[in-house]
């Protein structure tokens, strides 16, 4: 049985989501923080888009 095979058979299933948070790799100005981070931390608009520079999604 090949990988895909098991996988389906054992009806196991993966999901992942990403955004211009994972740039910052769960810390915040020293401070843990979640793709939620934009609005718990207040963080402005400019500066959370300019997260966009260094996100590179592949």
């Known amino acids: ?3 895909r095979e098991w996988f389906k058979q054992a009806k196991f299933g993966f999901m992942s989501h ?3 948070y994972s740039v910052l790799d769960g810390d915040y100005r ?3 923080c ?3 981070v ?3 931390k ?3 608009m400019e500066e959370y888009h300019n997260l966009a520079k260094a996100f590179n999604p592949i």
Do not use: D, S, Y
């Open 34 to 36: 979640t793709e939620w």
């Open 30 to 32: 020293g401070e843990p």
């Open 42 to 44: 207040k963080i402005p």
């Open 1 to 3: 049985m090949n990988n």
């Open 18 to 20: 990403f955004g211009l």
């Open 38 to 40: 934009r609005f718990k």
